[in-house]
């Protein structure tokens, strides 16, 4: 395929609104797939079908005939949850446009709004589509008037399809790629993961000249050199074509041995033939973080191994060693958000089978100390505390502050009251007010980050039966003023608890983590004491009352090999517990009791 007859496109939209569902039938039309009950084909990932969301960016390449010519498309199905923003703007660097999916029922949602923007950002074409407009309740005028007054895009521009029936020749509006086969090789790794039975394996959009099968080829940034074993084209699995050509996007794998050799965002080239690398990807800033600790630790080398070929594949979290007295030697990890923390977290579980424990999630403080031992920064040094439990003495801190956000929420008229009471609630201060059409407003609202850490939507989500939007991005850091809270069972520390609220929050919160913790810490043979301190000071308690327990008890001594059976489960329950002094604690009870 010349470039001329290649086009490299995304589709980008609010979740929901039908970006995976265009992408079947797509495959579908182009006969890369039989026609049929598909669903979501794209996503792949097991967590993917069990939550019904895209998670990763995934490409397709597919061979369709327009007007008697035959098109090669590569098409990328991106995520559209504010925790995802990364992957999406990744995969935009290999799109030379965008099919912006706008729900002719739901209309202009936040994350569309955040889309545009990353789209319009990049300089891509954005080919405006209105979607699902079979549906009864679908407006399509109203949705039309949001897109000019948001988008400056006028009604004529916008596409109006069913599903896909109009769709498939959408793809006619991208612009073609502007990549010249006769220069030398310049491939674009645009992502990359560790596939169990063959390695690592990148995706990659060829920028200037081929690459074949059996070519040594060079990385930018670290210099290494490596032969191409196998490459080929998404076609919507691997499927092996032993060159790429400019313009063209597919997967290659090289016998690296180490996951960290393929960076995502590097450039590489044939060897001895340098070329100008492109721009790599800004570095995605984690917000929320959170320990991880093997629940064994005879198991923390699998887990490290796990976390490391994860971490290929999701490149924005962000991992250092952490190490616990209670919990041993373990990670902080840095996320973008609650959800992705929860996606990596199951991932874990179910590629890779690593058993783990999580800390609290929490953001990242900043706090200035005065230091004696350092007299060069007195009273000038900032740390930034990512472990609540490493949070210096108060009496040493002079000032606070918290991560921000620029929080966008788009809701239906009737509902402002109740989610200005909402944002007041949880600290945001309303910086701007506006109606989208005649009856729907977009807000915008400057958070605290921990504020909407906790079911911020989900609450936002009932106050509206589900009708407003939220999407977020960084603001910075203001002034605040914190304290650390520590809960003890029986006068010991429970550090995976630890957190740092601010002032206004401590009580409440204490309150409601010792009621949570009686609740899901199960009665042992012995009354526990359950107490939340501030400053040493108690702010909350509760106790928990004793319970005898004996599993044979029922079994009348008579049958032997029925007690040692339970009590063979019994030693196998106590491995997923974590003692606490001479407490047995389940350890997925501090996740339950941070979260309901
Ligand atoms: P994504 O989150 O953007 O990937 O959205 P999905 O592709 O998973 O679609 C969300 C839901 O919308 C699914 O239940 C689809 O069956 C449905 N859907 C998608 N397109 C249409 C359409 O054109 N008409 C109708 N009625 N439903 C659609
Ligand atoms: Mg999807």
Request: aromatic share 8%.
């Amino acid at each position: 395929f010349p470039v001329e007859r290649i086009r490299n496109f995304s589709i980008i939209a609010h979740v929901d609104h039908g970006k995976s569902t265009l992408a079947d039938r797509l495959l579908e039309i182009t006969g890369t797939i039989p026609m049929g009950d598909n669903k979501q084909v794209l996503d792949r990932l097991q967590v993917e079908r069990e939550r019904g969301i895209t998670v990763k960016a995934q490409t397709a390449s597919l061979v369709h005939e327009h007007n008697g010519t035959k098109y090669l498309l590569n098409l990328i199905d991106t995520p559209g949850h504010v925790d995802f923003h990364y992957e999406v703007s990744r995969s935009l660097a290999a799109c030379d446009g965008v099919v912006l999916l706008v729900d002719a029922n739901q209309g202009v949602q936040a994350q569309t709004v955040a889309n545009f923007y990353l789209a319009f950002e990049q300089n891509l074409k954005i080919i405006p589509v209105l979607n699902k407009i079979d549906l009864k309740n679908a407006q399509p005028e109203v949705v039309l008037e949001q897109m000019r007054n948001l988008f400056d895009i006028e009604p004529d521009e916008v596409l109006k399809v069913i599903s896909s029936s109009r769709f498939y020749s959408c793809y006619t509006y991208v612009p073609n790629p502007r990549y010249d086969r006769l220069q030398p090789l310049k491939a674009f790794v645009f992502d990359s993961w560790y596939d169990q039975f063959k390695g690592v394996v990148v995706h990659i959009a060829i920028c200037d000249g081929v690459a074949k099968k059996g070519d040594r080829i060079t990385y930018a940034s670290s210099g290494k050199t490596y032969e191409i074993t196998e490459i080929g084209i998404m076609h919507p699995t691997q499927v092996p074509s032993d060159v790429l050509y400019a313009g063209q996007v597919g997967y290659a794998m090289m016998n690296m041995r180490n996951t960290d050799e393929a960076k995502i965002g590097d450039t590489f080239f044939h060897e001895n033939k340098r070329v100008q690398p492109l721009p790599g990807f800004k570095d995605a800033t984690p917000m929320v973080f959170a320990g991880m600790f093997p629940t064994d630790q005879s198991e923390f080398p699998q887990m490290r191994n796990a976390i490391e070929k994860l971490t290929l594949n999701d490149r924005s979290v962000q991992v250092s060693v952490d190490n616990s007295p209670a919990l041993g030697q373990g990670y902080r990890l840095g996320f973008l958000g609650l959800l992705h923390m929860d996606v990596f977290n199951q991932r874990l579980e179910q590629e890779f089978d690593a058993s783990v424990i999580m800390t609290a999630p929490n953001v990242a403080y900043k706090m200035k100390i005065m230091g004696e031992k350092n007299l060069k920064h007195w009273g000038t040094d900032f740390i930034t505390v990512l472990n609540p439990c490493l949070m210096p003495d108060p009496a040493i801190i002079t000032e606070y502050q918290e991560p921000m956000v620029d929080g966008t929420i788009i809701t239906p008229a009737d509902y402002l009251d109740s989610i200005t009471a909402l944002s007041l609630n949880r600290r945001g201060q309303l910086k701007d007010q506006s109606y989208i059409d005649d009856s729907r407003v977009m807000l915008r609202v400057l958070f605290p980050l921990s504020e909407i850490l906790v079911e911020f939507f989900d609450e936002l989500k009932s106050l509206t039966s589900g009708y407003a939007s939220f999407d977020y991005e960084d603001a910075g850091y203001q002034l605040t003023e914190l304290v650390k809270v520590n809960f003890y069972l029986n006068d010991k520390d429970v550090e995976e608890l630890t957190m740092i609220c601010h002032v206004s929050r401590a009580r409440e919160t204490a309150r409601k983590v010792c009621l949570k913790l009686k609740d899901t810490v199960p009665r042992q043979q012995f009354v526990i004491s359950i107490q939340a301190k501030v400053n040493q000071k108690v702010i909350a308690r509760e106790n928990i009352k004793a319970y005898r327990k004996d599993v044979t008890a029922k079994c009348y001594g008579g049958d032997i090999s029925r007690k040692t059976k339970l009590l063979k489960r019994q030693a196998e329950g106590k491995k997923r517990l974590r003692k606490i002094g001479n407490i047995d604690v389940p350890k997925d009870a501090f996740i339950k009791v941070l979260r309901k």
